[in-house]
């Protein structure tokens, strides 16, 4: 576990690659990085082509667990999501990114790949810590020169997102929405208190 602050090479905007597949969750990537310059990978393979691109050098890649592995597959199972965002994790520490988090919204009760994320949270800190800042429980880890966190959806304050008609909306396993600028503050920033979760 590290405390460590990550060298990111921009001053100004960073590059961001989201790796995600779900409308609900892009949508909120789009609306609260709009700081910074977000590029969307919707599959493992348009997110090594991303990593791979020579006049692009990435700040930071927050990726969802399940997403497809997309073209060049060799069978149709290449379009269905699975768990590959350890493997984008990994290749971007290759990569030498200097911020990578996974960030999932599937239910560890009922998912056994999301359940290995349990092994990735510190709960020996006070319980009022915490509350205060959940984001907290989850240990950063140098990997490479990279830092790496992995990020469960309720880690983050809930926030809603609206798009015309449409409310996005929630704070919960598979119906809630990613909360990504906190999942980058707690990356940036590993000391820096947030506002409370509700109880």
Not at 23 to 33: F, N, Y
Not at 107 to 119: E, G, K, L
Not at 153 to 176: A, M, Q
Request: aromatic share 8%; with cysteine; net charge negative.
């Amino acid at each position: 576990m590290t405390n460590e602050t990550p060298q990111t090479t921009n001053n100004g905007p960073l590059e961001i690659l989201v790796v995600e597949d779900k409308e609900r969750h892009i949508l909120s990537a789009e609306k609260l990085l709009v700081m910074h310059k977000v590029h969307i990978a919707r599959t493992f393979n348009d997110a090594c082509q991303e990593l791979d691109n020579p006049n692009r050098v990435y700040d930071a890649i927050l990726s969802d667990m399940f997403f497809p592995y997309g073209k060049n597959c060799a069978s149709d199972e290449g379009n269905q999501p699975d768990a590959i965002g350890y493997a984008i994790s990994l290749y971007a520490a290759r990569k030498n990114v200097p911020i990578i988090s996974i960030v999932t919204d599937s239910n560890h009760h009922s998912n056994p790949v999301s359940a290995t994320f349990d092994c990735f949270a510190d709960y020996t800190i006070g319980s009022s810590e915490l509350v205060a800042r959940p984001c907290l429980s989850r240990p950063i880890i140098k990997l490479n020169n990279s830092l790496f966190a992995m990020f469960d959806i309720r880690d983050c304050r809930p926030l809603d997102i609206r798009e015309g008609n449409v409310v996005y909306e929630g704070w919960g396993y598979e119906k809630g929405v990613k909360n990504w600028i906190d999942i980058l503050d707690s990356m940036l920033n590993p000391g820096k208190q947030i506002k409370p979760r509700p109880q």
